[in-house]
Each structure stands twice: as C-alpha cells, then as structure tokens.
Nanobody, 122 residues
Framework: QVQLVESGGGLVQAGGSLRLSCAAS??????MGWFRQAPGKEREFVAI????????YYADSVKGRFTISRDNVKNTAYLQMNSLKPEDTAIYYC?????????????????WGQGTQVTVSS
C-alpha cells in the first residue's frame, strides 16, 4: 500500500512558477507521475518518471515548461512548473504505479493522492 500527499499548489499569475511535491509512504520503487483535472474536463496526463528516475515523459502541452523529478531518499516526487498559463489551472494529482504508463487506469497497482489546486490568473 502506498499513500501519497501532495503540496505546493496555490494561486499564481500567468508566467509564474510553482513547485508541487508528492510525499510517498510505502514502496518507493514505483513510477510516479502527475495528472490534472480542470473543471468540466476529463482527467489528463501531465508527466511521469520511472522508479529509477532515469526516464521521464511529458504531455505535449507542458513539455519544455514543466519538469518532473524525484528524490528516492526522501520518498518524494516533484513537479516544477514554469511559464504557467491560465489553461494550466486544475487540480493536480500525484500517482504512484507499478507500470510506467500514461494511462489514467492502468492494470496493476495504482495509487492516487488527494489532489492540490493550482490556479493561474491572467
């Protein structure tokens, strides 16, 4: 069992930056990633990092602006978000999963945090 707690969300102006953190308890060799859900929209993939931290993958909409990383000593994953846009406004969810996949509902163990709100004003 893995429990995830996100932090770091908030309100920022367009062009600004935020850093989200996801603290994990339990098994930390899982891939970790971030999804987001805006009001009235489906949940969408943002970024994922492999258990070793070697491999990363991003949604086209955030590539070049967001960076995912992890510290396996601290059992924490991060999402550095730069050049934020109003369309980045959403609840951001951290995931930990056995499969390195962008699917919202993959097979195998898949754990989600409670989410943290990110609001980008124009």
């Amino acid at each position: 069992q893995v429990q995830l707690v996100e932090s770091g969300g908030g309100l920022v102006q367009a062009g600004g930056s935020l850093r989200l953190s996801c603290a994990a308890s339990g098994r930390t060799t899982y891939a970790m990633g971030w999804f987001r859900q805006a009001p009235g929209k489906e949940r969408e993939f943002v970024a994922i990092i492999s258990g070793s931290g070697i491999h990363t993958y991003y949604a086209d909409s955030v590539k070049g602006r967001f960076t995912i990383s992890r510290d396996n000593v601290k059992n924490t994953a991060y999402l550095q978000m730069n050049s934020l846009k109003p369309e980045d406004t959403a609840i951001y969810y951290c995931v930990a999963r056995s499969a390195y996949t962008t699917l919202a509902r993959p097979a195998g163990p898949d754990y989600w945090g409670q989410g943290t709100q990110v609001t980008v004003s124009s």
